[in-house]
């Protein structure tokens, strides 16, 4: 029956065969022991030393970090030699665990074969290091830091003469809690996904909160933030705001009759000068229609055949000039009303300004419209194609050199406008297997840094190793550039389902319940 090896800080006697052995096989001597693991559970452990060379790792509920460095250096330097001697003429008081020297070398008796005749002559031994893995498997630490993360979440508690702090974290599922208590503050942290969080901070001044939405100060007699919502209150001292924005009525229970009085005298003064105000709107209005009916009848700013000039002004059907100089041009429609004008601004840096009384439209025909300047701006609350979707940027009319935003972009996933839903084909996910990360500078870049990313083409060759063609995938497609030259690119927005594809089924085979993907 094999026997495991316990290493002591020394071995409990010394045995000296010399040669008295009738054969002796030493196998190879395996690296020290260069790092120590202690398991305090499933998700936390102490280490001490590097990986230069074996790991000693050990299960130990009540280990610390001085624990994992005092049984390292007790045994870094020991040497395990493996070896076999037959028929050895070893004292009958030895015992399994004595240090034995024979023919030279110096280990461990782990291993006696005795055999009852005359001599009573045993064969010992120490195990081959393949023999105490084959009995005693080991895992490496990469592989339980893998288990560990994957089925567990961490926690760690440190304390210092400066700061206690208590930490729990799960990588897999993106969340993680932190709590510190240090001489002067008290706070404690909560991180989420997408880089949501939630932060509390305990100080002599007060306690802050504060999130991705802002930050709240509370004090014993103050609270301070941009938003206060309160769905009932009842308030006994002085409410002090600089605008208060209600949606509902106020009501006040010991309001002095004489205030209630002023309040119905000015409600009513409102509601008459609101009348008055909607009876001369009306007045006004019929007033407008019957001007434009003249207007429209005399045709007033248009002189057919006849032109009118005077010291103010030059009246006439059409205006030809090779050069027009003015400061405003106002723009008439046919019942000679102005809804629109070109004129320069009060500075220098206004320019130009080409102003509508409603819509305003730019357009060329078949032909481009080319707006050109250092810096443009849009001041509006949708800046949209008109009609159908339309592309922003062309491969081979131009593309935008960088794109910013205060979010994310939205793309359109509703299932109602999409058919032939599946699930993602196994060649697909093998395809991944081909395609290498890499990093690179852009030939027009200006900062000189790095980008991450894949290389077109060699995303192509993986779909055509796999027989993913084009028409099935869209990942990547190809154009040309402003120059006629063909350019490949890609959608990098089609990689992330197939990743994650690629995700669940190695999770799936790390848990034994693995399934092929479809075909």
């Keep these: 029956m094999p ?13 000296f065969l010399g040669n008295l052995a009738a054969q002796l096989e030493t196998g190879d001597v395996p690296s020290n022991i260069s790092r120590v693991i202690l398991n305090v559970d499933s998700g936390n452990y102490y280490t001490s030393g590097d990986d230069t060379g074996r790991t000693l790792e050990v299960a130990c509920p009540w280990g610390s970090q001085a624990m994992a460095d005092s049984i390292l250096a007790a045994v870094k330097n020991y040497s395990y030699q493996p070896y076999t001697a037959e028929d050895a003429l070893l004292d009958p008081a030895a015992e399994l665990g004595d240090a034995v020297t024979v023919g030279g070398i110096y280990s461990v008796i782990a291993s006696a074969d005795m055999q009852f005749d005359r001599a009573c002559a045993p064969t010992i031994s120490a195990p081959e ?62 991180n989420g996904l997408d880089g949501e969080f939630s932060e509390l901070s305990l100080t002599i001044d007060g306690l ?79 007033a ?33 000039a090779s050069t027009l100089r003015g400061g405003t041009i106002g723009i008439l429609n046919d019942y000679g009303s102005q809804v629109g004008y070109i004129t320069v601004g009060s500075s220098t840096t206004t320019g130009l300004q080409l102003i509508s009384g409603g819509n305003l439209y730019l357009a060329s025909g078949s032909c481009s419209v ?10 509006c609350n949708n800046f949209c194609p008109s009609g159908t979707a339309a592309n922003l940027g062309n491969s081979s009319l131009g593309m935008w050199q960088a794109v910013y935003s ?33 990093i690179y500078k852009m030939d027009n870049g200006t900062s000189d840094r790095y980008h991450t990313g894949f290389i077109a083409q060699n995303v192509k060759e993986a779909m055509d190793a796999h027989g993913v063609s084009d028409l099935e995938l ?9 120059e ?7 959608r990098y927005m089609e990689f992330i389902a197939i990743m994650w594809a690629k995700i669940k089924q190695l999770e799936a085979k790390i848990n034994g319940t693995s399934q092929e993907g479809s075909n």
């Design 370 to 379: 080319q707006m050109v300047g250092r810096n443009m701006s849009v001041s």
């Design 474 to 482: 869209a990942a990547w497609c190809k154009d040309v550039d402003t």
């Design 406 to 438: 205060y979010t994310a972009e939205i793309q359109t996933s509703d299932e109602n406008i999409k058919h032939d839903i599946a699930e993602i084909p196994q060649k697909y996910i093998d395809m991944m297997d081909d395609i290498v990360p890499v």
């Design 484 to 490: 006629g030259n063909e350019l490949q690119m890609l």
């Design 288 to 320: 407008q229609a019957t001007a434009n009916s003249a207007n429209s009848t005399v045709s007033a700013w248009k002189y057919l055949g006849t032109t009118y000039i005077d010291g103010t002004q030059l009246m006439t059907g059409t205006v030809t």
């Design 3 to 15: 026997l495991r090896l316990e290493v002591t800080a020394s071995l409990s006697d010394k045995v």
């Design 129 to 190: 290091s393949d023999e105490i893995d084959d009995e005693y498997p080991y895992e490496t630490r990469e592989r339980k830091e893998t288990n560990r993360q994957l089925a567990q979440t961490r926690s760690l508690i440190t304390k210092t003469s400066e700061q206690i702090r208590l930490e729990v974290e799960n990588e897999l599922k993106g969340l993680s809690t932190e709590f510190a208590v240090e001489l002067e503050n008290i706070t404690g942290r909560v």
């Design 208 to 286: 802050t909160v504060t999130d991705s939405t802002g930050t709240t100060k509370i004090k014993g007699s103050s609270v301070e933030t941009d938003t206060l919502i309160v769905n009932a209150a009842n308030i006994n001292g002085t409410l002090t705001a600089n605008q208060i924005n209600l949606s509902g009525a106020i009501t006040w229970g010991d309001l002095a009759q004489d205030t209630q009085n002023e309040i119905d005298g000015a409600y009513n003064a409102a509601s008459s000068a609101q009348s008055t105000a909607s009876n001369a709107y009306s007045l006004a209005s019929s």
